[in-house]
């Protein structure tokens, strides 16, 4: 509690409270980050990474409490659960994209979960990197990039995981577009 007082400039006894208890203060400063995750699965696809872009505006409303959970989460002991919600939200997101095609074999919801987590722990990384502002680009520059990646990447684990493609997800011409950089 102390490491969250000196972090948050508030006095334990203010903390206790307004929250009750240090589980009430994670609840109220992580929750809204994973529902903010969980909402922009309502809004419409409207291409590679229109989700991504629909969190990072939401995500620039609430800066710190996603880079806690997105950096300091991961990586204690204590709170890795909350990072681990968060790439449960993202993955749940990403599902249907890894979706098994009809004449993909058997097993392929499972690969498909497996493909999801992975584009999910990129998802998360590069939430952290673009509100960091490390990155060095214009969010236009990322839209490119990351839909560049993603869609590569889609492609990919789509083959390797044995899911068969579908090109409901992505337009088609972003699609023969990356096999043909790809072969």
């Known amino acids: 509690m102390n490491e969250l007082s000196a972090r ?38 409207t291409g590679a990474g229109s989700h991504m872009f629909k969190i990072l505006e939401m995500a620039r409303e609430n800066r710190k409490a996603t880079l806690l959970v997105l950096r300091d989460c991961r990586t204690s002991p204590a709170h890795v659960h909350w990072f681990n919600t968060l790439l449960d939200a993202f993955t749940a997101n990403l599902l249907v ?4 095609a009809a004449d993909a074999p058997s097993g392929g919801e499972e ?11 990129f998802y998360a990384d590069s939430l952290a990197e673009w509100l960091e502002d490390r990155d060095g680009l214009t969010d236009e520059g990322r ?13 990919a684990a789509r083959s390797v995981h044995q899911l068969g493609m579908i090109d409901r997800i992505f337009p088609k011409d972003a699609i023969q577009s990356v096999r043909k950089k790809i072969e």
Not at 112 to 121: D, E, Q
């Open 97 to 100: 994209a890894y979706r098994p």
């Open 8 to 45: 948050l400039g508030l006095a334990k006894p203010i903390i206790y409270r307004l929250f009750g208890s240090r589980s009430g203060l994670e609840s109220a400063i992580f929750e809204p980050v994973i529902r903010m995750v969980e909402s922009s699965q309502t809004t419409p696809f």
């Open 111 to 121: 690969r498909g979960a497996v493909a999801a987590r992975a584009m999910a722990r």
């Open 143 to 155: 839209a490119q990039l990351f839909k560049d990646v993603i869609t590569a990447w889609w492609t």
